[in-house]
């Protein structure tokens, strides 16, 4: 149970003094293409394990699968409501 909690802990979002930590499944839509966009940057896509221009529609089922996932965990930083990361 411990193990359960820890993991749904990862799931959450988390807030650090003026620091907000997003988990991938809790972005908001414009977030989430955000991301997207930055993946298929020339410069970041570049250093991935596939440099193929990600889909939304690839982009959306990568983020659902992490819903399910206790292994893998992303999140987006935010610095009052600005994403820098």
Do not use: A, C
Not at 3 to 32: A, G, M, Y
Not at 52 to 69: A, C, S
């Amino acid at each position: 149970m411990e193990n359960n909690t820890q993991i749904e802990k990862l799931r959450n979002i988390i807030k650090i003094n003026d620091l907000l930590v997003v988990p991938f499944p809790k972005l908001n839509p414009d977030e989430k293409e955000k991301v997207r966009e930055w993946r298929n940057n020339e410069n970041i896509r570049k250093w991935m394990y596939s440099d193929h221009l990600i889909t939304k529609e690839e982009h959306d089922g990568f983020i659902n699968k992490l819903e399910k996932d206790n292994k893998k965990f992303y999140w987006i930083v935010k610095d009052n409501n600005t994403t820098i990361g």
